[in-house]
């Protein structure tokens, strides 16, 4: 168990500009996760892909936020036309599917995102 | 609107007390419950869990508590270590509305030697 892979670790860009980040989850996990934390709060749930489907999406993934897992295996995130209020922690997260419907997500370190 | 409340941003103890760690949730279609320890630039990791059918579970040092009239799970460390120093997170999710975890904004646990 190598554990949740993101990359990069970090991203400073500037505004206007396109961001794109890699998830590589446990490799036996079949969901993944994409949430966002901002200083003093919680993660917030932007997506969630079961296999190569996006099931849901949250309204804070606005149209200028793109998600893809297209071989059921890693996802990427892109950013278009970045704001200063997308600097954040994306957080990449996976967990198996179980009998029971709920198990625990799994987080990677995350990708610190700076606009500026 | 703020489905899963901390309302204490921060929390210090002794070594060697007990931690108590509160949650609240307003939305009563929450069937699962989480926390998760964060250190700083690291992910959240994940502690213990508790489904709504039951209202205590064990793990440990660590055991969490669900009171489902009152809304409100606490997590209780025991004894407290200066390695439990970290931001702790609870989350809960919702089973008929998909399997998004909504998490509180956090309570800052500092174990003083």
């Known amino acids: 168990d190598t554990g949740v892979s993101q990359d990069p670790r970090h991203k400073i860009t500037k505004r206007g500009q396109n961001v794109t980040f890699r998830c590589d989850p446990i490799?036996?996990?079949?969901?993944l996760y994409w949430y966002r934390q901002t200083l003093g709060q919680g993660p917030e749930f932007l997506t969630y892909?079961?296999?190569?489907?996006?099931?849901?999406k949250s309204r804070l993934l606005s149209d200028r936020f793109s998600a893809e897992r297209p071989k059921g295996s890693f996802s990427t995130l892109e950013i278009q036309r970045t704001e200063q209020g997308d600097s954040a922690m994306y957080l990449c997260?996976?967990?198996?599917?179980?009998?029971?419907?709920?198990?625990?997500?799994?987080f990677g370190n995350g990708t610190r995102l700076t606009v500026t | 609107d703020q489905q899963v409340k901390q309302n204490s941003p921060s929390l210090s103890v002794q070594e060697g007390r007990i931690s108590i760690l509160n949650c609240d949730y307003t939305?009563?279609?929450?069937?699962?419950f989480l926390w998760y320890k964060k250190y700083p630039a690291e992910g959240p990791t994940f502690l213990i869990s508790i489904s709504s059918i039951k209202d205590k579970n064990e793990d440990g040092r660590f055991t969490v508590f669900l009171n489902k009239s009152a809304k409100h799970l606490s997590l209780h460390i025991v004894p407290s270590q200066p390695g439990d120093s970290a931001v702790y997170f609870c989350?809960?999710?919702?089973?008929?509305?998909?399997?998004?975890?909504?998490f509180g904004p956090g309570t800052r646990l500092s174990v003083l030697p």
């Open positions: 490799s036996e996990h079949n969901r």
């Open positions: 989350a809960a999710a919702r089973g008929n509305y998909g399997q998004n975890f909504v």
């Open positions: 892909f079961q296999n190569e489907a996006q099931l849901e």
């Open positions: 939305n009563s279609m929450f069937d699962y």
């Open positions: 997260a996976s967990s198996p599917q179980t009998g029971t419907g709920y198990s625990p997500l799994h």
